[in-house]
């Protein structure tokens, strides 16, 4: 967004003030006598500071600013398009021992900047339309609107997708994260100025210690598989340190998240698959022979708690009992705390490393990937083994070393999770996990007489059982009965106005629902409504009322275009396809694309920029 509000002249502008500035900057300090490194510079000089290096970072942080220590006796100035004819001034000041400062005019006028010619750039760039046309705030607030008017996104909709936790990301944890005290301090400001991210970065750790039963835990790692990646190391550092150098095997069951195996190898593990029993438990009989078999270089049994298949293993504890009676450690994919927190805790019934991903359970908004962050846990043994920051003093130097290059990970973002905490409180955070199960097991509830749902436990009271925090719905019966796939149902929901569920994971053919606490009775009602509404559109195909090939099923999602063609060839009616409910005709999203093939868009890709023709026109 920032390259389409300024769009390639405006960047261009922008780098060339800063060029500029740079080398006044650099020629004001020769001239009041600094020792400035010459040589090419777009943004970033160096002068040499000597033995005054030390009294010369000092002077600037007194007068507001931080400069960087390039090497003991030098120091490294970086301007960007927040600088200020002031800033500089400032600057030559610091360095100006009293003498008169220069000109400031004089010299932009007539300075060439520190880039040499050879490196100019004289090809096009950005000349996508996109990049050309939003140059005002009115024009860019309209595009800005343009898109979200697209978006399918949680200001309309429920976003059901299992295994994501979409819930409310509340605005009073949001505002903190631009207030300027937590939004403008670098990662690697003086210790002296981050007391207040410490405090925070302190109080969060332990309360999240406290919500997982564990003895410690670092915030470093950026994201969920992140977090598995440092706590695989922590578990190999671990074992090496007690000479089991030959323990590199991670066990992982059939149902765990495709991140499992793909860290245990980053962490160079080898993996060992482990089956799961018809209630989507794992099955303990195999896990025993797996480790048997391995005892010798088991590392590790990496579950998923409860599981992605939506449940909890009630004999998780034996479960844990038994890994350790081989020498292997347990490590717990805590992506799934929404439906434990103050519920049960992972450190007590027997895991030895966690990862969160406080973008789930603790409400840092996570669509479109990130900013992520997946914290990881350990018992009191292992704490020694936690990433370290060497340039922060954070840790002694363990050979797991930093896992992010700044010391406290996505440090920006950690204000929405200490608010999320310190607002719901302990009380507050059984209540959402209480909530957030229930809700499952009422979408579970409801749509049991018309979808099959898989895997639910042994509860009882509920037809099939009970689930954890989400439920999948088994699709596959209705595929051979009426020909309409999972994929098909979730492309009707749009056209019902809802965000699909998760497709084909972790059971191919099915959709998992997961509702999160945000949601209230009403949106689950919605939901299931539509769901029961579109259960009996498969019914019409399986009775032959409307042919396999021609139903709104198999058409969705539709586009007001292809509604408003004159020519309707299908074999259901326009009103049928748009409006399948009558809340829709006060309340519809209209969908801007139709069916998109997906196979064939993963196979064929393409660029989609527009030709240079139509730049032409
Ligand atoms: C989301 C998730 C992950 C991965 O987290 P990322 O932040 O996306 O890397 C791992 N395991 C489970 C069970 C998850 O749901």
Redesign the pocket.
């Known amino acids: 967004m920032y390259a389409v509000y300024h769009g390639p002249e405006g960047l261009k502008r922008i780098a060339r003030r800063v060029a500029s500035y740079t080398a006044v900057l650099a020629a004001g300090l020769k001239q009041l006598g600094a020792a400035v490194i010459d040589g090419a510079a777009f943004d970033t000089i160096c002068v040499n500071t000597g033995s005054t290096t030390d009294a010369t970072l000092q002077g600037a942080r007194d007068a507001g600013i931080n400069l960087r220590r390039a090497s003991d006796a030098s120091v490294g100035i970086t301007l960007d398009e927040t600088t200020t004819r002031e800033d500089i001034t400032l600057l030559w000041s610091l360095f100006g021992n009293g003498r008169a400062l220069p000109d400031f005019a004089a010299f932009e006028k007539g300075l060439p900047p520190l880039i040499p010619l050879s490196m100019a750039r004289s090809s096009a760039f950005l000349t996508h339309p996109v990049f050309n046309r939003y140059h005002s705030e009115t024009e860019m607030l309209r595009y800005l609107r343009s898109l979200a008017d697209k978006d399918l996104a949680l200001d309309r909709t429920m976003i059901p997708l299992g295994?994501?936790?979409m819930k409310l990301n509340a605005t009073s944890e949001m505002i903190p994260i631009t207030w300027p005290e937590f939004a403008n301090v670098h990662p690697f400001a003086p210790q002296d100025q981050l007391a207040g991210y410490e405090l925070l970065d302190a109080q969060l750790r332990g309360w999240l210690c406290q919500a997982t039963g564990y003895a410690g835990i670092s915030l470093q790692p950026?994201?969920?598989?992140?977090?598995?990646y440092a706590g695989l190391l922590v578990i190999k550092a671990w074992h090496e340190s007690r000479g089991d150098m030959q323990r590199d095997i991670c066990v992982i069951p059939e149902s765990?998240?495709?991140?499992?195996p793909a860290s245990a190898q980053m962490a160079g593990m080898q993996v060992v698959g482990v089956k799961c029993d018809a209630l989507g438990n794992v099955d303990l009989t195999d896990l025993r022979a797996r480790c048997e078999q391995h005892q010798d270089r088991l590392a590790c049994v990496m579950i998923?708690y409860p599981?992605?298949y939506g449940v909890f293993e009630a004999r998780v504890k034996d479960l844990c009992a038994l890994v350790h009676s081989f020498g292997g450690r347990v490590y717990v994919?805590?992506?799934?705390m929404n439906a434990l927190v103050g519920v049960a805790a992972p450190g007590e019934f027997g895991g030895d490393v966690s990862?969160l991903?406080l973008?789930?359970t603790f409400c840092i908004p996570?669509g479109g990937?990130?900013p992520?962050v997946?914290p990881v846990c350990v018992v009191e043994d292992l704490v020694p083994f936690l990433p370290a920051h060497r340039s922060a003093g954070i840790g002694n130097g363990t050979q797991v070393g930093a896992v992010s290059a700044a010391p406290l990970g996505n440090a920006a973002v950690l204000p929405i999770s200490w608010m999320y905490v310190r607002m719901m409180g302990a009380e507050g955070l059984q209540q959402a996990t209480e909530a957030a199960i229930l809700a499952a097991n009422y979408v579970a509830a409801r749509l049991a007489d018309h979808y099959d749902i898989h895997f639910s436990g042994e509860i009882a009271g509920l037809k099939g059982g009970g689930v954890a925090h989400e439920c999948i719905l088994d699709l596959r019966p209705l595929k051979d009965s009426s020909g309409v796939s999972a994929e098909d149902v979730a492309k009707r929901l749009i056209d019902y106005g809802f965000h699909a569920p998760t497709l084909s994971f972790p059971v191919a053919g099915t959709l998992m629902v997961e509702p999160t606490e945000s949601e209230s009775r009403a949106e689950l009602d919605r939901f299931c409504d539509a769901m029961i509404a579109i259960r009996a559109e498969i019914a019409q195909v399986e009775s032959g009322a409307w042919p396999r090939e021609d139903n709104p099923l198999k058409h969705a999602p539709h586009t007001a275009e292809a509604l408003m063609k004159a020519d309707w060839p299908h074999a259901y009616t326009r009103e049928q396809a748009a409006y399948p409910v009558a809340s829709l005709k006060r309340q519809k999203y209209w969908v801007p694309v139709g069916r998109v093939d997906n196979v064939w868009g993963d196979r064929n890709l393409f660029c989609s920029c527009v030709p240079m023709s139509d730049y032409a026109a």
């Open positions: 295994s994501c936790t950026n994201a969920g598989s992140q977090g598995e765990a998240h495709g991140t499992n998923t599981s992605t994919d805590g992506a799934n990862h991903n973008h789930k996570h990937g990130g992520g997946g």
